[in-house]
Nanobody, 125 residues
Framework: QVQLVESGGGLVQAGGSLRLSCVTS????????MAWFRQAPGKERESVAA????????FYADSVKGRFTISRDIAKNTVYLQMNSLKPEDTAVYYCAAAKSFPMAWGRELSYDYWGQGTQVTVSS
């Protein structure tokens, strides 16, 4: 069974940092296009960042550019989201997602085939 398991969420003060991890269960994910999304209370889920299977290209939402960095370790089947200079508006449940093929639009939820259960990130002011 294909699984994506996120970890690393928590409570942090504004200006602080967190690193999220997403471990995948299958070797097939070594070639998957991976992304992070987030959903704040009362809001729709939005894209945060994405990365190609070899890490050669990365994509970011304007709201996190310069603060967040997505990366992956193929040998460990793990994707990371390093979040620096966190703001209260970054508070959300963060989800890892995987697409079996390169998506036409990386920011669209429908581009992804598998999702993790989410990890809560709370940034206090």
């Amino acid at each position: 069974q294909v699984q994506l398991v996120e970890s690393g969420g928590g409570l942090v003060q504004a200006g602080g940092s967190l690193r999220l991890s997403c471990v995948t269960s299958a070797r097939t994910f070594s070639r998957a296009f991976m992304a992070w999304f987030r959903q704040a209370p009362g809001k729709e889920r939005e894209s945060v960042a994405a990365i190609t299977w070899n890490g050669g290209s990365t994509f970011y939402a304007d709201s996190v550019k310069g603060r967040f960095t997505i990366s992956r370790d193929i040998a460990k089947n793990t994707v990371y989201l390093q979040m620096n200079s966190l703001k209260p508006e970054d508070t959300a449940v963060y989800y890892c997602a995987a697409a079996k093929s390169f998506p036409m639009a990386w920011g669209r939820e429908l581009s992804y085939d598998y999702w993790g259960q989410g990890t809560q990130v709370t940034v206090s002011s």
